[in-house]
Structure formats: C-alpha cells, structure tokens
C-alpha cells in the first residue's frame, strides 16, 4: 500500500518555541493532505485539509497562525506549530491521497511542550 | 451533520475468541465505510473499506459489511490473536473523501 512518513516521530521544546513537522508520501504524488491531532485515548480531530499550491482549509476552533501549513510540493506537507505551549502537546498525524482515492496515514508525531 | 458512533471499549477477550465491534453512522448521500487500526505508539491503518451497501470488506480475517438498512458496518474476526490488540476506529467517508472518525474502541485480547 501507499507509505506516508513524518519527521520527527517525537519532539519536546521548550515553551514559546516553534515547531516543524514534515510529512511526505514516499510512492505517490498527494493531491490534498490532512493533519489531525489526537488525545490521549480520543479519537482524531481533524484540524486543515491543505491541497498542494493552495493555502490550507482550516477546521472551525482551529488557529490559523498557530498552526501553519505548507504544502509544497506534491509529496511534501509540514505543520509548524509555532509558540508552542503545553496545551499543544498531543499527537499529530498527516495523512494524504491522490484525487478522491482512500487516504493513507502517517505514523505520527508526538510533541511535547515543556 | 455526519456522524460515527462504536462501542465504548475496552473489549477485553481470550484468545481466539469471536470479536464484533459495533459501529453505526449517520451520514447524507452514499459515503465510503472504513475501519482503521492503531497499534500502540503509532498511526492509523487502513484495515479494510466497503464504497457500497452490502459490500463487504475484508482483511487479515476481520470482515465487515456495509448495511445501509440499519446504517451500521460491525466490525469482526472469528478468532482474535494477542497482536490484534490495538485501538479500531471506524470511520465514514462522505463527498471528497473527507473521513469522519468514532471515537475508537479499545481491543485488549489475553493469551
């Protein structure tokens, strides 16, 4: 099947500092990638649904200028969680799909703020 | 709006026991039904998917069967194994492919 990877698989950062999180399909060209957060022991929430040369689609509730989001190119996403604090630490996961086909998920990132 | 709704967990069984986790949407239009798998520390996998009523999806023994009169898609395995431990979500894909996810059901299966 499809692989998705992100980079770091961990993080921990100080308060205030920002963060980046890269997230690539590695054998497909992504059309559109999601980035999720997810809670200990909850479900996922999806958080920006971005579409490669496009600004990104942010969920209601959700930070525009905390969380931003790049898509760069066709393989490449990255979520740069900036002044982190440590209600940001959680677990964020990327996914990605070509046109309307199935999505495929990353392995996620853990982050947390100090 | 759309909604997924699974039983609240933790389902805790012996080994090869039968498994059904229950899972039932609400949802306009003719969405895509997934179940998705995460083991401990790391993301989701796609674990199988029905695009239809009555398809029926299958992987690694676990099946499930999109039924559109009872809008439900449960989720079983005839006989877990202690590596089938892992959270399971279900999840409904609607225009665009836009997932919608329950809220995970957590499988503990002991030898």
């Known amino acids: 099947g499809a692989v998705v990877s992100q980079h770091p698989s961990w993080v921990i950062c100080k308060s205030g500092t920002s963060v980046k999180i890269e997230c690539r399909s590695l054998?497909?060209?992504?059309?559109?990638m999601f980035w999720y957060r997810q809670f200990p022991k909850q479900s996922l929430m999806l958080m920006a649904t971005?579409?490669?040369?496009?600004?990104?689609?942010?969920e209601q509730g959700v930070e525009k200028d905390k969380f931003l989001i790049n898509h760069a190119s066709l393989t490449l996403s990255t979520l740069t969680v900036t002044s982190a604090h440590p209600e940001d630490s959680s677990f964020y996961i990327c996914?990605?799909?070509?046109?309307?086909?199935?999505?495929?998920f990353g392995p996620g990132t853990r982050l947390l703020v100090l | 709006g759309d909604s997924v709704t699974q039983m609240e967990g933790p389902v805790t069984l012996s080994e090869e026991a039968f498994l059904t986790i229950n899972c039932t949407y609400t949802?306009?239009?003719?969405?895509?039904l997934f179940w998705y798998v995460q083991y401990p520390g790391e993301g989701l996998q796609l674990l199988l998917k029905?695009?239809?009523?009555?398809d029926k999806g299958s992987n690694k023994g676990f099946e499930a069967t999109y039924r559109k009169e009872t809008t439900s898609f449960h989720l079983e395995k005839g006989s877990v194994q202690v590596s089938d431990s892992a959270v399971y979500f279900c999840?409904?894909?609607?225009?665009?492919?836009?997932?919608?996810f329950g809220g995970g059901t957590r499988l503990m299966v002991k030898p």
């Open positions: 996914s990605a799909r070509w046109g309307q086909e199935t999505q495929y």
């Open positions: 054998d497909f060209q992504a059309t559109t």
């Open positions: 971005s579409n490669e040369g496009s600004k990104a689609t942010y």
């Open positions: 949802a306009t239009g003719y969405p895509s």
């Open positions: 029905a695009t239809k009523a009555d």
């Open positions: 999840a409904l894909g609607s225009a665009g492919n836009m997932l919608t």
